[in-house]
């Protein structure tokens, strides 16, 4: 395991991932795009793990941005009876072993039976000590800073008293850090509308490698990329 052979301080705290290349790694096998999400599901749930082992404390996915609800219907039909249907088992595994859910984003245009299961599920596990582990569903990182600052005008707090430490505290991810390593597979070299508040200094690591594939020797990759990196935060 890598986490033995670096040094902790050169370890990230936070890790948010964008997990590209499901519907890819299903399209070269000849199987429906459902499959790629299907595998998708359950390599996050192996890469999650590792990175608990690591000791990483804090992992944000991407897993349904705002954008998405423009993919084909059957698509999304698919991933959103795909999340209702793991989402309690999911629960109350990562409940066993600790890990707080939270969850990023919105719940307008969502099922009542997916808003009651998303809630339950950040719920039963609010006061576990381990991993907080944060799902990005219905989530835009523009519609999460208006949203922020609808809430400051709404609150009637004053111009001069609006800072940055203010602000994050409006944020979804109030209460965390902000994020040390943003991980995105499938090729792609943009962030996509993710996390752009709290990514401001992030190191930023891209592959080729399609998610599903994306397993632990990629992700000691990752880590290793970060350890070597030089943050320096606008400084000398």
């Known amino acids: 395991m890598i986490v033995d052979s670096l040094k902790e301080n050169n370890f990230p ?14 399209e070269q096998r000849g199987l429906p795009r459902l499959e790629g999400h299907r595998n998708g599901l359950e390599n996050m749930r192996s ?7 690591c000791h990483v404390k804090y992992v944000s996915i991407f897993a349904f941005s705002t954008e998405n609800w423009n993919r084909p219907q059957d698509e999304v039909l698919g991933l959103l009876r ?10 109350r595994e990562f409940h066993k072993r600790g890990v707080r859910l939270r969850h990023l984003g919105g719940l307008d245009g969502l099922s009542p039976h997916l808003r009651q299961a998303i809630n339950s599920a950040v719920e039963l596990t609010q006061n576990n000590p381990g991993m907080t582990l ?18 400051i005008i709404s609150d009637g707090i004053p111009p001069e008293k609006v800072d940055e430490s203010l602000f994050r505290t409006y944020l979804y991810t109030n209460g965390m850090p902000d994020v040390d390593l943003l991980i995105r597979t499938g090729g792609e ?36 990329a970060y350890s070597q990196r030089q943050r320096r935060f606008g400084r000398l």
């Open 134 to 151: 944060s799902f990005a569903f219905n989530y835009g990182g523009r519609s999460e800073i208006v949203n922020a600052a609808r809430r």
């Open 13 to 26: 705290n936070h890790v948010a991932i964008i997990m590209d290349g499901n519907r890819r790694w299903a």
């Open 82 to 91: 795909l999340l209702e249907d793991r989402i309690d088992h999911e629960a």
């Open 189 to 224: 070299l943009r962030i996509s509308n993710f996390l752009i508040w709290q990514t401001a200094y992030s190191e930023y690591y891209f592959t080729e490698v399609l998610w599903p594939d994306f397993n632990e020797q990629e992700v000691d990759k990752a880590l290793l």
């Open 47 to 53: 890469v999650v793990r590792y990175l608990g082992e």
